[in-house]
T-cell receptor, first 117, second 110 residues
Framework: SAVISQKPSRDICQRGTSLTIQCQVD?????MFWYRQQPGQSLTLIAT?????????ESGFVIDKFPISRPNLTFSTLTVSNMSPEDSSIYLC??????????????FGPGTRLTVL | SQKIEQNSEALNIQEGKTATLTCNYT??????LQWYRQDPGRGPVFLLL?????KEKRKERLKVTFDTTLKQSLFHITASQPADSATYLC?????????FGPGTRLSVLP
């Protein structure tokens, strides 16, 4: 396992602004993912963060709204752009490690609680 | 389309009893299922993985079964304690991705 940290842990933002969330891992990982968890709901995968190339987005999520960077094997950012109250949610990053066998276990960061007014 | 369901949104049991949570999947055949625990305000924490060729997996007071005929996994916590109160999520691979069930919120009453 590893230590996964996210910044900020929470934020309250105004409509129309953007927020960048950082995810830092203390060891190199194969895969990094970004999820959203709306109140009382399960996790929904936003995208897979690919090192050195564009992220792979799931249906319903687009790069203009959720730009993602992954400059190296231990760090990724997710930006929530032009926010609206519907973006209020917990945003979580998760990672998989090199050398995992089938059934790569995902390890999650603590999450970023975003409230948009 | 694929779907993971968990039988109960919430489950209350008495301390010391065995909690049993159910995860059902439809329209696909995952090679494995995973179970996670999520506490309020925290990210999910991995508990157990069970592969399709394994009928049962244990870890301390936890037991998971996988029945590919019924398309179902059961997650048991024996001798439950109030500290076991949390939301439990099942998850599986679907193509290149992970999908999560909606979760069951377990409350163990003293």
């Amino acid at each position: 396992s590893a230590v996964i940290s996210q910044k900020p842990s929470r934020d309250i933002c105004q409509r129309g602004t953007s927020l960048t969330i950082q995810c830092q891992v203390d060891s190199q990982v194969t895969m990094m993912f970004w999820y959203r968890q709306q109140p009382g709901q399960s996790l929904t995968l936003i995208a897979t963060a690919n090192q050195g190339s564009e992220a792979t987005y799931e249906s319903g999520f687009v790069i203009d709204k959720f730009p993602i960077s992954r400059p190296n094997l231990t760090f990724s950012t997710l930006t929530v752009s032009n926010m609206s109250p519907e973006d209020s949610s917990i945003y979580l990053c998760s990672v998989e490690f090199f050398g995992q066998a089938i059934g790569g276990t995902q390890y999650f960061g603590p999450g970023t609680r975003l409230t948009v007014l | 389309s694929q779907k993971i369901e968990q039988n109960s949104e919430a489950l209350n049991i008495q301390e010391g009893k065995t909690a049993t949570l159910t995860c059902n999947y439809t329209n696909y055949s995952p090679a494995y299922l995973q179970w996670y625990r999520q506490d309020p305000g925290r990210g999910p924490v991995f508990l157990l993985l069970i592969r399709e060729n394994e009928k049962e997996k244990r870890k301390e007071r936890l037991k998971v079964t996988f029945d590919t005929t019924l398309k179902q996994s059961l997650f048991h916590i024996t001798a439950s304690q109030p500290a076991d109160s949390a939301t439990y999520l099942c998850a599986s691979e679907y193509g290149q991705n992970f999908v999560f069930g909606p979760g069951t919120r377990l409350s163990v009453l003293p």
